[in-house]
């Protein structure tokens, strides 16, 4: 058992990719001092099996959203985010964003769909976990024009520019670091990650995907957040245990958790 204690930020341990396994990479995410997960939404579909993953574990939370390149028949509306978002386990919105590296979903479709997630978190009174990928631009337009400052956020996964993250941090909102952190070609993304306020800084896996250093080209999961926790430590010069105390600080109260 681990003296530390880690929240994975951001990860999607209701996906098939562990349904072979699920009780077993929770007892390997305890085993390494993760206590605490959010498991984040891509599609509203995903709604009752998030429900269901949180009635059986104590130690999970859940958002409702809808992915950016994500296809669906209809687009989400305001109403829907807020009625999925008042279960009392559900603690963000997303998530939701621009991503201008894949092309599933028209530009100006998701323009409307980031949109109205936000408006339904000012709604809800609940942070917005935002995606963000070759988009930077148009993503930190939207987030100032729909005052992301109100209601709160997450950078996740964050792969761009220090002055991305700044911009963002002027907004109020957190940014949060996953594998890529840890690949050896990513001195300037650390550059960045050593200069984020300790307490808008939280880690994260997007498990099943991006799996860190010396995990990578595995299956990731929620265990694999200590290593992006060990590499922050290190860059931020500062002991694991304190990196994980401020990581899970800044979530639970990004989260609203007691």
Known sequence: MSDIA????????????????RDAIFERMREQGVTRVLAVSVELEQTPRLEALVAARDNVWFSVGVHPNHEVDVEPTEDELIRLAA?????????????FFRHHVDP???QTRFRTHIRAAHKVNKPVIVHMRDADEATLDILRQENIAGCGGIMHCFSSS????QQALDMGMSISFSGN????????????ARQVPDDMLLIETDAPYL?????????????YVRHVAEC???????????????????AMRRFGLS
Do not use: Y
């Open 6 to 21: 880690l929240f994975d930020s951001h990860c999607h341990v209701d996906f098939h990719h562990f349904d072979e396994d």
């Open 232 to 250: 922050l430590a290190e860059v931020r010069g500062v002991s694991l245990a304190t990196l994980a105390e401020q990581t899970t600080a800044n």
């Open 87 to 99: 279960h009392p386990r559900c603690v963000a919105i997303g998530e939701t964003g621009m991503d």
């Open 211 to 223: 799996a860190p250093m010396p995990m990578r080209g595995k299956r990731n999961e929620p265990a």
């Open 162 to 165: 220090w002055s991305a993250a």
């Open 181 to 192: 952190v840890t690949f050896k070609r990513n001195d300037e993304l650390r550059e960045v």
């Open 108 to 110: 100006a479709v998701q």
